[in-house]
């Protein structure tokens, strides 16, 4: 099945940074999501985003599904932003789920 | 437009029980997903429903089942609970299957003592 790999696992940063999380992915994907997940649990939106950028606010993403790899940015990184990120692929061949990466876990301090 | 909503949010049950957690899906959404997400982890698909019909089935025993009703909500049921059944169990739903977006409840966090 079509692996999903995140890196950093891990990143700190100090209020006001820059960062980027980058999504590797081994095979054609159909659909590919970035969720931020918050310390409650709950596993946010970011981006729907199976190719080409987008942009909110302080965030934006970007696929290149040729090359097999997703990246989001974040800039002016603050203290609510930090928790887990997770980007998640649709298999283009077995079209009934999401494959979630292992995440990044990012920490803000201010 | 009323989001994802998942009952209970926490629950404690005891090895070989039985439990039941709920979900109610965004409005106009008819596929309904659940995940199983262990501490530290990444979600891992359980199965998926769509129309009230399961359309997809993730690598679980058959102890895990669901039900889809006539309006989109959905059930899971795990039986003869495990200790590593514990985890935090999510529901997502969509309007196009897993093709489209995707939204999640909050979840349901199972503790089997």
């Known amino acids: 099945g079509i692996q999903v790999e995140q890196s950093p696992p891990d990143l700190i940063l100090q209020e006001g940074a820059n960062s980027t999380l980058r999504c590797n992915f081994s095979?054609?994907?159909?659909?590919l999501q970035w969720f931020h997940q918050n310390p409650w649990g709950q596993l946010i939106n970011l981006f729907y985003?199976?190719?080409g950028t987008k942009q909110n606010g302080r965030l934006s993403a970007t696929t290149v599904a040729t090359e097999r790899y997703s990246l989001l940015y974040i800039s002016s990184s603050q203290t609510t932003d930090s928790g887990v990120y997770f980007c998640?692929?649709?298999?283009?061949?077995?079209?009934?789920?999401?494959?979630f990466g292992t995440g990044t876990r990012l920490q803000v301090f201010p | 437009e009323t989001g994802v909503t998942q009952s209970p949010t926490h629950l404690i049950k005891t090895r070989g029980q039985q439990v039941t957690l709920r979900c109610s899906s965004q409005?106009?959404?008819?596929?309904v997903s659940w995940y199983q997400q262990a501490l530290g982890q990444g979600p891992q698909f359980i199965f998926q429903?769509?129309?009230?019909?399961?359309?997809g089935r993730g690598n679980f025993p058959p102890r895990f089942s669901g039900l889809q009703f006539p309006n989109y909500s959905s059930e899971l049921n795990v039986n003869a609970l495990e200790l590593d059944d514990s985890a935090l169990y999510l529901c997502?739903?969509?309007?196009?299957?897993?093709?489209?977006?995707?939204?999640f409840g909050e979840g349901s966090r199972l503790t089997v003592l």
């Open positions: 997502a739903s969509s309007l196009t299957g897993v093709t489209g977006e995707l939204f």
């Open positions: 095979d054609s994907v159909n659909n």
């Open positions: 985003i199976p190719s």
């Open positions: 998640a692929v649709g298999d283009f061949y077995n079209t009934d789920k999401l494959i």
């Open positions: 409005s106009g959404h008819n596929t």
């Open positions: 429903y769509y129309r009230e019909e399961e359309n």
